[in-house]
Each structure stands twice: as structure tokens, then as C-alpha cells.
């Protein structure tokens, strides 16, 4: 069994993600209270949880139904939401993985645009939210918000 742990919030919840399923399907996961909860996909073998924040939301990236491509994911309130299904179908763009989200709710990540090109994204809420309440988020909208140019991010 592999287990990676990737971040930390300040409730002592963890996320990361194992082959906690028994077999080699890859998924994430979010300890908190002495339980490792699996948290699934999006359809497809591979999820990865990459970060929380402190209201237990968790981000990362989920291979989809049927298909290798990989799609960012905020899971709250014990639902994982694929991104791309929050954003406008017609803004070119597929988010691929969340990497941080914080209190606000905003969730950076990378995606592909619509020229083919991978480049980091932030999504906002369009009404600020409480930090537990996903169903603004929902209700609201999310707006994107694309970093351009070549500027690397360092951690």
C-alpha cells in the first residue's frame, strides 16, 4: 500500500492520496479524527487529493469517466464536484487539477486553454461565501481568473 500525505490544515485534517481501495486504482483521501476517508473520483482509476483548507474542503485533480484526462475537483460536505461543471462552457478552458484553496474558497490550479496551452488558473466565488458553505459557490457561480505569460510559481 502507498500512501502519500500532502497537506495539513490547522484542524489536523490530512489529505493526500493511496491505493487504499485494494487493488491499483489510486485515490484520494482526508484523515480527520482518527478515520482515512476515501474520497473516490470522478468516474475514472486516479484521484489525487493536493490541499485543504481549514473549513475541510479539499481540491485536487480526477481522471474522468471513460477518458485519461484529468479534472480539477473541490470536495465539500461529502460531494466531489468537478470544476469544469462551475465554470462557463464557453470560456475555452479545461481545469485539469486544484492545487490550494483557502479560507475564501478561492482554489488556484492549472488547466488548458483553449489554444492548448497549460496555464495556472484562480477561481474566485462571485459572492464571498461563508468558509463552510459550498452552496454559495454553487449558487453563485465561480469566476476564473488566468495567470498569462510564462512566470513560474515556486512553492
Known amino acids: 500500500m ?12 490530512v489529505v493526500g492520496y493511496s491505493q487504499i481501495t485494494g487493488n491499483t486504482a489510486i485515490h484520494p483521501f ?3 479524527g482518527g478515520v482515512m476517508k476515501d474520497l473516490g473520483t470522478l468516474g475514472g482509476s486516479a484521484s489525487y487529493a493536493f490541499g485543504i ?7 485536487g485533480g480526477s481522471r474522468i469517466t471513460g477518458n485519461t484526462a484529468y479534472h480539477a475537483f473541490l470536495y ?11 465554470i462557463s462552457s464557453s470560456s475555452g478552458w479545461t481545469l485539469n487539477s486544484a492545487n490550494a484553496i483557502n479560507t475564501y474558497g478561492d482554489i488556484v490550479g492549472s488547466g488548458t486553454n483553449a489554444a492548448g496551452q497549460t496555464e495556472a488558473f484562480l477561481l474566485t466565488p462571485t459572492v ?7 452552496a454559495l459557490l454553487a449558487v453563485g457561480g465561480l469566476g476564473l481568473l488566468i495567470r498569462r505569460g510564462r512566470n ?3 512553492g
Open 2 to 13: 502507498h500512501i502519500a500525505g500532502r497537506l495539513l490544515n490547522n484542524s489536523g485534517q
Open 30 to 32: 482526508l484523515y480527520s
Open 53 to 59: 483548507n481549514n473549513s475541510g474542503q479539499v481540491v
Open 76 to 86: 465539500s460536505s461529502g460531494v466531489m464536484t468537478d470544476l469544469n461543471n462551475l
Open 128 to 134: 464571498a461565501p461563508e468558509p463552510t458553505t459550498l
Open 152 to 154: 513560474q510559481i515556486s
